[in-house]
């Protein structure tokens, strides 16, 4: 008897080179999820315009039985959002895996965004793509060059769609250097600054209006024009003891990069 099993052990190695495996093979559950991601920089107007498109091109499609859109859901910021399209019943079109390669070469062309495409999968596990390369260092210059070369790599491999990087450029952001020396002088403290700031580009509550039973906050803040624009911020006034002073006298303004995203 154990001999017996252990011919049929062997000849069941020697014929999986010829049947093959898949240790998670591919499943079709009629889900497919298409990823949209703009620049870290883009407005939630822009993101919600591309995610329009994708939804009016895949409308009228017959293999689809409805879709859902998410906008900057999650962790996600403002420039990113995911369409999920719930196709008919396997026994009415091709396979999901078909149509998602379709739809990719559909999308291939949409100026200013990064559209993947990839059958949705309903099994436990990790989240991650099938196959990720991990790149780690201390140069983050170094590791931006490196992972562009990787993924230029990755292309010329048949059968490798979707080829992205998690490595995103941060969103411009505003730093504000104080002058401590200038603060001392003119007796202020950041505390003040930091809320007449506020006041200026976010508003500050003055009081409520009252109409027939109902309340409303009043927010005083400068015309959108000017909160619209960075360069003004060096010359909001400040209130001093002495007098009103460009902010421009009592801090650095720099225009910078934030963090990776």
Partial sequence: ???????LFAG???LSKQVGFEYAPRVDQGTIAIGVTLSSTASLEATDEVLRHVE???AGDPRIRSMSTTLAGGRSGVNSGRVRVYLVDE????SAFRIASEW???FADVAD???SVEVASQRGGSRGKPVEVTIAGEDLDELSALSERVKDAMRTVEGLVDIDTDWKVGRQEIRLIPRHNRFAELG???KDVAEELRGHL???ESGVFRDQGLEYDILVQLHPAFRANPAVIAGLPVWTPGGFVPFGELAEVEYTQGPTA
């Fill in 1 to 7: 008897t154990v001999g017996f099993f252990v011919l």
């Fill in 12 to 14: 069941s190695l020697a």
């Fill in 56 to 58: 009016t091109t895949l």
């Fill in 91 to 94: 026994s009415e079109r091709p």
């Fill in 104 to 106: 990719r070469r559909k």
């Fill in 113 to 115: 965004a990064d559209i």
């Fill in 188 to 190: 202020l403290s950041l």
């Fill in 202 to 204: 976010s508003g500050i």
